[in-house]
């Protein structure tokens, strides 16, 4: 069964690249096109793509609330959004992760990553470069406003162990040996860990992380 994406920039060139560089691979598939967010954010109600390739800056409404609209409703949970930006360091790229993209890409990402960070993201995982991400999350989870502590106050010891290695960037696989748990048990445990918190994906626990001070800006 072929990944559905569908692509949002509003540079027609940028989108055209975009859109030839996926259909030409095996089991992708672009089904739209919108060249501002008002019209991803229609595409993605009426097309439930797997994966919306999502520029930040653009007209009508830009690509941070068109996240937030996108991610707000229920029907759409299992649309992953990435983010496309110029900057990995990018504020407004931290923004849309805080919101519910599950990932970034710059745009100048070799068409291969690109392709394989489809097709990542389609199968469930979440974070696209773990190392960037948790630099860009702790340069700008220190600034914002913090989360109480207290939201964490559901999880149990482990949970908050599980949670601190998923902000570390570790998968279930690596999470399990360093526990010394199952890879089912800690598919578990970071299940349980996003319905308590409310979070769609293990990228949103990485904020999480960092905002309620269970990792710290700097930690490694």
């Given amino acids: 069964m072929s990944v559905r994406v569908l692509v949002a920039d509003d540079q027609a060139l940028v989108r055209a690249g975009f859109v030839a560089l996926l259909d030409a691979q095996d089991g992708i598939e672009v089904i739209g096109e919108a060249g501002d967010g008002e019209q991803a954010v229609r595409l993605a ?17 830009d690509g941070l609330a068109a996240t937030r609209a996108i991610v707000a409703e229920a029907r759409l949970s299992q649309v992953r959004v990435v983010v496309l930006t110029t900057f990995e360091l990018d504020e407004y790229v931290f923004d849309a992760l805080r919101a519910g993209a599950t990932g970034f890409l710059v745009k100048h990402t070799e068409p291969a990553d690109l392709v394989k960070a489809v097709r990542v993201v389609a199968a469930g995982e979440a974070l696209l470069s773990p190392s960037v991400t948790r630099r860009l999350v702790a340069e700008f989870a220190s600034r914002a406003k913090p989360m109480p502590i207290g939201v964490l106050s559901e999880l149990t010891d482990r949970e908050r162990e599980v949670m601190t290695l998923v902000a570390e960037g570790l998968t279930n696989a690596e999470i399990a040996e360093r526990l010394f748990l199952s890879p089912a048990t800690v598919r578990t445990h970071v299940s349980r860990i996003l319905l308590k918190l409310g979070a769609r994906d293990r990228t949103q626990l990485v904020v999480m992380a960092y905002e309620s001070g269970l990792v710290r800006p700097g930690w490694q």
């Fill in 45 to 61: 109600r009426e097309l439930v793509p797997d994966v919306v390739l999502m520029d930040i800056r653009m007209p009508v409404l």
